[in-house]
C-alpha cells in the first residue's frame, strides 16, 4: 500500500514562512502540491520531475514558494515565503509515476495524501 503523509501546516502570519513535508512510502517520478482554498476548486502550486530535473510553479506562487525533493528518503518539501492571506487552504501532496508532461492534471496523480492544513491571517 502506498502512503503519502503530509505534515507542516500550521497558522502564520501574512509575510511568514511554512515549509510543508510530504513522506511517501515508495519513490515516484512525478510529483507535485495541490491546495484547495474554500468553496474553491483544488488548484496545482509546485510540481518536480526528479528524472528530468524539472520543477514548475503556479504563477502565483513563483518567487515565494519552493519545492524540493530528497530523493534518499521520499520526501518532497514545499517552502513557502512571504505567506499571503490568500494561500490559506488545504494543501496536498500527490505523487505518479507517469512522467511529468502536464504537473497540474489532477486525475493523473494516482496517489494522494491526506492534506495539511496552512491559514495565513492579515
Known amino acids: 500500500q502506498v502512503d503519502l503523509v503530509e505534515s507542516g501546516g500550521g497558522s502564520v502570519q501574512a509575510g511568514g514562512s511554512v515549509t510543508l513535508s510530504c513522506r511517501a512510502s515508495?519513490?515516484?517520478?512525478?510529483m507535485a502540491w495541490f491546495r484547495q482554498a474554500p468553496g474553491k476548486e483544488r488548484e496545482g502550486v509546485a510540481g518536480i520531475y526528479s528524472r528530468a530535473s524539472s520543477i514548475n510553479y503556479a504563477d502565483s506562487v513563483k518567487g515565494r514558494f519552493t519545492i524540493s525533493q530528497d530523493n534518499a528518503k521520499n520526501m518532497v518539501y514545499l517552502q513557502m515565503n512571504n505567506l499571503k492571506p490568500e494561500d490559506t487552504a488545504m494543501y496536498y501532496c500527490a505523487a505518479r509515476q507517469r512522467y511529468c508532461d502536464d504537473y497540474y492534471a489532477q486525475w493523473e496523480y494516482v496517489y494522494w495524501g491526506q492534506g495539511t492544513q496552512v491559514t495565513v491571517s492579515a
Open positions: 515508495d519513490s515516484f517520478n512525478c
